[in-house]
């Protein structure tokens, strides 16, 4: 077995994988609700007012496409696609086996 594959087997997961993958499965629980809750309101606004100067935050919307495009999801509807509960969660585990380095 190659180094990779015995550190999967006996050692705890990454810890940007488990992050990835919450920030992924709330985000589908966010998605579900749709105009039910404010939580979903805050998830798909666009914030107004000033902003201050140089880069802007990144918003929790911004860091779930980035996730997508990382797991090679990238340029689908995910709001649409957290309405099919069993693709959600394959995607979900799908950002759980992603290597980072």
């Known amino acids: 077995m ?3 594959e015995l550190y999967d087997l006996y050692f705890s997961p990454n810890i940007v994988r488990v992050i990835k993958s919450r920030r992924m499965k709330l985000s589908g629980h ?3 609700l749709r105009d039910r809750r404010g939580a979903y309101r805050v998830l798909v606004r666009t914030p107004e007012g000033k902003r201050s100067l140089g880069m802007p ?8 496409v980035i996730d997508l495009q990382e797991a090679e999801w990238g340029g689908i509807d995910w709001i649409y696609l957290a309405e099919d509960w069993h693709r959600w969660r394959a995607l979900v585990n799908a950002v759980m086996n992603l290597r980072f380095l």
């Open 57 to 64: 935050r990144r918003r929790w919307k911004d860091c779930v």
């Open 30 to 32: 966010m998605a579900r």
């Open 2 to 4: 190659h180094k990779e």
